[in-house]
T-cell receptor, first 113, second 111 residues
């Protein structure tokens, strides 16, 4: 069974640009969550999508957005990048509709210069 | 917001030794998850706990759901070099699959 796939693995952007990250969940998983990981703040919840609907959202500014497609693949977008957005962005999928176990991808490492 | 405090923050142990770490929260949880993250990788689920007092094992790893529901513990027996990594606990923020993650315990195993 293939795991969670995230692309790209690494990317470098400059301040003010925008970025789109992609996540393909484990086949059959309908819940996709996104987390930001930084040395200072640790792992922080961004948002969760279930059946193409945003079910939950963390405490991040509106520059962070996402969506989920009918095949459960998800994308997240960060607009007007700031230096502080440099982080490892992790996608996780889950098979259950309720609180369940998260299966993470390897992450997309974003560096903002 | 909610913070999950893990201790110790880091550990340096000899191969073969047992390891104990814990996670505490200010709120009651009905689920505890334990993850391990290797450098450059995403976290991998080790153990999931769903009931207060529950004790669950996964090979050399054993985790317990504290009876107060505000803490959880992870033990690793007879550590080996591949146990090196950062261990995170996680508890649910509310409905759905949104979780608070702990501050992490970094484990170094000296051969």
């Amino acid at each position: 069974k293939a795991g969670v796939t995230q692309t790209p693995r690494y990317l470098i952007k400059t301040r003010g640009q925008q970025v789109t990250l992609s996540c393909s969940p484990i086949s059959g998983h309908r819940s996709v969550s996104w987390y930001q990981q930084t040395p200072g703040q640790g792992l922080q919840f961004l948002f969760e999508y279930f059946s193409e609907t945003q079910r939950n959202k963390g405490n991040f500014p509106g520059r962070f957005s996402g969506r989920q497609f009918s095949n459960s693949r998800s994308e997240m977008n960060v607009s007007t990048l700031e230096l502080g957005d440099s982080a490892l962005y992790l996608c996780a999928s889950s098979s259950t509709g309720l609180t369940g176990e998260l299966f993470f991808g390897e992450g997309s490492r974003l560096t903002v210069l | 917001g909610q913070q999950l405090n893990q201790s110790p923050q880091s550990m340096f142990i000899q191969e073969g030794e047992d390891v104990s770490m814990n996670c505490t929260s200010s709120s009651i949880f009905n689920t505890w998850l334990w993850y391990k993250q290797d450098p450059g990788e995403g976290p991998v689920l080790l153990i999931a706990l769903y009931k207060a007092g529950e004790l669950t094992s996964n090979g050399r790893l054993t985790a317990q759901f504290g009876i107060t529901r505000k803490d959880s513990f992870l033990n690793i027996s007879a550590s080996i070099p591949s146990d090196v990594g950062i261990y995170f606990c996680a508890g649910p923020m509310g409905t759905g699959n949104q979780f608070y993650f702990g501050t992490g315990t970094s484990l170094t195993v000296i051969p």
